[in-house]
């Protein structure tokens, strides 16, 4: 498998490159927070409701002193306002309760496993969430893996699952060194352009050579619509 993922992966970096990356990781708490807020919609209106919601308060404490329909009303545009702002609210009680302050370093020193069971103990906070924590603010070679990176390599054969936890943890340990950022947001942008859900582009489609997808699509061909912009890498 760790084969497999090398070639994909750079058949990917010579058609994308390697995707841009603040030198400054960013706060484990503002990254869970966004992905919270990216769940089941575009990266553009999660990215809208974060700043909403980050310019409101000076600190992220001060959420704790908002109504949750406050916060729900900040959020509105990421869609899902009362489960959202109800996971961030619980997220950031639990946090005052157990460390007896609102932030997540203390995770910087825990291993990766330990790391997800702690984070997916909060009510609303499953393993892709985790997972991008551990990528975007620790820089673990961990890959998420959310709908569209489960399709993807479920077509493209690497993996055979049934949901994309269960590709989580197939590929978790395949993954090469350092590779995690630049394969994870290579193929979302994969997904978006190519390997969209409906009528893949498979005649134009970069990694088509590593791919066994048995109804790749070669015709109906459509204008490719450019779209790199990522949510977790704009939070800084
Ligand atoms: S060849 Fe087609 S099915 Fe395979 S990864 Fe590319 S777009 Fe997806």
Known sequence: MKKKIQNINKLLVNHYGIPERSKKLPDPLEIIIGTILSQNTNDKNSYKAFLNLKKSVKVWDDILKMKPSQVEKLIKVA???????????????????DNGRISLNHIKKKNDEEIIDELTSHKGIGVKTASCVLLFALDRNICPVDTHVHRILNRIGLVKTTSPEKTFYAIKNFIPEKSAHSFHTNLLRLG???????????YDCPVESECNFQDKNYSKKRAIKKNDFFLLDSIK
């Open 192 to 202: 978006r352009e190519y390997c969209t859900p409906t009528n893949p582009k498979c």
């Open 79 to 97: 869609g899902l306002g009362k489960q959202k702002s109800q996971a961030i609210i619980n997220l950031l009680k639990n946090l005052k309760k």
